[in-house]
């Protein structure tokens, strides 16, 4: 059966809080990214769902490199 990209992309697409909920768990430690890589959606779907998560470690660095 033929599938046209826009069904692939609509079978392989979620929210920021489903992501969360399907995959992130109590305990866990996360590292975010920094500047354009800054993961806001996801940030924010972390934060709506802070009932169900406990002890889970947030990481994120920014670093200055001498030139």
């Known amino acids: 059966m033929s599938t046209t990209w826009q069904e692939h992309i609509a079978r392989h697409t979620t929210t920021a809080l489903e992501a969360v909920r399907s995959v992130v768990k ?3 430690f996360l590292v975010f990214g920094h500047a354009v890589a800054a993961p806001s959606s996801l940030s924010k ?23």
């Open 26 to 28: 109590s305990g866990d």
């Open 45 to 67: 779907a972390l934060y709506d769902d802070r009932e169900r998560l406990t002890d889970v470690k947030a990481f994120h660095m920014l670093y200055f490199a001498e030139p």
